[in-house]
């Protein structure tokens, strides 16, 4: 029995959850189980009220807000409980359309793909301004190289995870997690594709961007974060061996002058030397570290996988 859940992360939504829900499938061509999971990150409106009394057949309730990435992988934790071959997620204020979610589903289950995100006509998209649209480019070109992946909409939301890859998936950044899970899913081998999606009419505006300098900034960070937890070793060698051979560069520089007489006029670069050196060896060193740290890491995360694969209420 193929099982299909869909998802949707939920903070103070009880005005635009009740539109959502009423687009939801309850059959979709390819699965024989459709069930809906609300995840309620400490509402305090009627979010679960309305959630409840429109048929929702499981609800996730945090203790409090905790953001939208805690709220995504809570609702991760309990499909892969509950049994969920296919996970797909999307957002309570009805901005993806719920009739492109056989599209969505259809590379998982021809085997095409394990995470496939919905891709929006961002150029149609009027209350899209063009800052935000140039954004949505820019992060999605850079998490693209990040990555080594092709989707070209990095920040959507609405997605479809098969259960290979939800058990493998882990997310660290307190924000969103729509640019991790990419990069992550492209640093553990994880298939990712993505098809054209349409959107509904706007609601309400994002939570998530309340300022431009925000949103790169913090998007700045994730990227940046979850790159060197996966590649430690190359980012901390990079940076040593560039502190390192410049170190070395401007001491040849020193002993240049010095075996030619002038060396007392240049004793500011032998101390920066020794300083870019230093550092630049303690850095090498540290990649070095940080390797070793990320074979315990992957050997966590196996376990994890296999935990989590082992859910009570697997058929």
């Known amino acids: 029995m193929m099982k299909l859940i869909i ?24 699965v024989d189980i459709v ?27 945090l203790p409090r807000n905790q953001g939208l990435a805690k709220a995504f992988m809570a609702g991760l934790e309990a499909s892969l409980m509950a049994g969920a071959d296919i996970i797909v997620n999307t957002d309570a204020d009805n901005q993806y359309c719920a009739d492109s979610i056989p599209d969505l589903i259809r590379p ?53 995870i098969s259960r290979e890859a939800a058990c493998k998936l882990n997310v660290f950044n307190n924000y969103t997690y729509t640019l991790e899970t990419i990069i992550q899913a492209g640093q553990k081998n994880i298939s990712v594709t993505w098809v054209p999606i349409r959107t509904n009419e706007h609601l309400r505006p994002s939570r998530l961007v309340k300022s431009i300098f925000s949103y790169v900034r913090r998007s700045v960070f994730t990227i940046l974060r979850i790159f060197v937890v996966y590649n430690p070793f190359r ?3 990079i940076i040593g061996s560039v502190l390192f051979i410049l170190g070395a560069l401007i001491g040849v520089r ?24 230093g550092i630049g060896f303690q850095t090498i060193m540290v990649a070095f570290i940080a390797d070793l740290l990320s074979v315990n890491r992957r050997l966590l995360e196996e376990l994890q996988y296999k935990s989590r694969d082992r859910g009570p209420n697997r058929d």
């Open 108 to 160: 998982i289950l021809e085997a095409k793909a394990e995470m496939v995100v919905g891709a929006r006509p961002i150029e149609q998209i009027e209350h899209f301004s063009f800052s935000k649209k140039l954004l949505q480019r820019l992060g999605s070109w850079t998490v693209r190289l990040a990555s080594n992946t092709d989707i070209p909409d990095a920040p959507s939301g609405f997605r479809a």
């Open 235 to 237: 980012f901390f060698i």
């Open 7 to 30: 998802q949707i992360p939920c903070y103070n939504e009880e005005k635009t959850l009740e539109t959502t829900l009423s687009a939801l499938p309850r059959e979709v061509p390819g």
């Open 35 to 61: 069930e809906w999971l609300v995840i309620d990150d400490g509402s305090k409106d009627r979010t679960v009220e309305v959630a409840k009394a429109h048929g929702v057949d499981r609800v996730v309730s």
């Open 254 to 277: 020193f002993l240049w002058y010095f075996l030619s007489g002038q060396g007392g006029g240049h004793i500011q670069s032998l101390i920066l030397a020794s300083i870019f050196i």
